[in-house]
């Protein structure tokens, strides 16, 4: 059964940093291209980051300088670290599998970052 379980989540003041964590089971981790997105009431989910499976990576604009998106085979976990966060970055946060090949997509339930002074 895949599963994939996000945390690290919290309240962080504006500039501090966070890292966000994604452990995953039930599937071959390197199939799979692995993202976070996040989402805020009233708005569409959006990109943050990925890491394909070749191990490349791309961020959306406003993140690109500020997030990191990396993996751990060996741990069978996925990570976001963050950096410089602002208020606008107040989201849930979701870590994503998805297999290129056969479309399966699997979603985690989300983790809530805060960022407020």
């Known amino acids: 059964q895949v599963q994939l379980v996000e945390s690290g989540g919290g309240l962080v003041q504006p500039g501090g940093s966070l890292r966000l964590s994604c452990e995953f089971s039930?599937?071959?981790?390197?199939?799979?291209?692995m993202s976070w997105y996040r989402q805020t009431p009233g708005k569409e989910r959006e990109m943050v980051a990925r890491?394909?499976?070749?191990?490349?990576?791309r961020y959306a604009d406003s993140m690109k300088d500020r997030f990191t998106i990396y993996r751990d085979v060996a741990k069978n976990m996925a990570y976001l670290q963050m950096t410089g966060l602002k208020p606008e970055d107040t989201a849930v946060y979701y870590c994503?599998?998805?297999?290129?090949?056969?479309?399966?997509?699997?979603w985690g339930k989300g983790t809530l970052v805060t960022v407020s002074s």
């Open positions: 994503n599998a998805f297999r290129p090949y056969t479309k399966q997509n699997y």
């Open positions: 039930g599937f071959t981790f390197n199939a799979y291209q």
């Open positions: 890491l394909d499976t070749g191990g490349g990576t």
